[in-house]
């Protein structure tokens, strides 16, 4: 069977990532879909934090 065109992929905050003095314990995590021919390079949006409390930006994860 071939492979099908959209992936599901994960999204994660990038400042809950980087600041270790944070408020809660724990990282903002989203899943979507991408289309793997029209969108080959990592995904980044803009998206609401629990952990924040703020909009920030999530990174395309592995």
């Known amino acids: 069977m071939a492979k099908g065109v959209r ?3 994960t999204l994660e905050c990038t400042e809950c990532r980087t600041n270790a003095a ?5 990282v903002s ?7 793997r021919r029209n969108t080959t390079a990592r995904l ?6 629990t952990h924040c409390n703020k909009h920030t930006s999530h990174k395309e994860i592995k």
């Not at 995590?29 to 289309?35: E, F, L, Q, S, V």
């Not at 980044?44 to 934090?49: G, I, Q, S, T």
């Open 7 to 9: 992936i599901i992929i």
């Open 44 to 49: 980044e949006l803009n998206k609401f934090c």
């Open 29 to 35: 995590r989203y899943t979507t879909t991408k289309n």
């Open 22 to 26: 944070k408020r809660s314990a724990g």
